[in-house]
Nanobody, 124 residues
Framework: VQLQSSGGGLVQAGGSLRVSCSASGRTFNIYKMAWFRQAPGKERDFVAAIRGSGDSTYYSDSVKGRFTISRDNAKNTMDLQMNSLKPEDTAVYYC??????????????????WGQGTQVTVSS
């Protein structure tokens, strides 16, 4: 499985951005998918996750109400719509996929596949 992330960029505080993730290869191995982010000098933190069917989503407290995760299984894509962006949202955003049906969605050790990361910068 290969994950390719795209989108991101530079935006002013209060603005919106969308990052996308495209999966290829043995995509039937992927059940849950997620976004993590890593700011300079910090750990890679959980942002949002979505189950295989797309019927359940999970968010970190810091983005809840502002970000929306979605997936299109027919196209093997996953998106993260980010609204009301804040400077503290600045980070490299990574998409991740897991073949595990259970486990903790926010635990990065649960994820087998990772994209290369895309930069999101929010200016104040």
């Amino acid at each position: 499985v290969q994950l390719q992330s795209s989108g991101g960029g530079l935006v002013q505080a209060g603005g919106s951005l969308r990052v996308s993730c495209s999966a290829s290869g043995r995509t039937f191995n992927i059940y849950k998918m997620a976004w993590f982010r890593q700011a300079p000098g910090k750990e890679r933190d959980f942002v949002a996750a979505i189950r295989g069917s797309g019927d359940s989503t999970y968010y970190s407290d810091s983005v809840k109400g502002r970000f929306t995760i979605s997936r299109d299984n027919a196209k093997n894509t996953m998106d993260l719509q980010m609204n009301s962006l804040k400077p503290e949202d600045t980070a490299v955003y990574y998409c991740a996929g897991s073949s595990r049906r259970f486990g903790t969605y926010s635990d990065r050790s649960e994820y087998d596949y990772w994209g290369q990361g895309t930069q999101v910068t929010v200016s104040s």
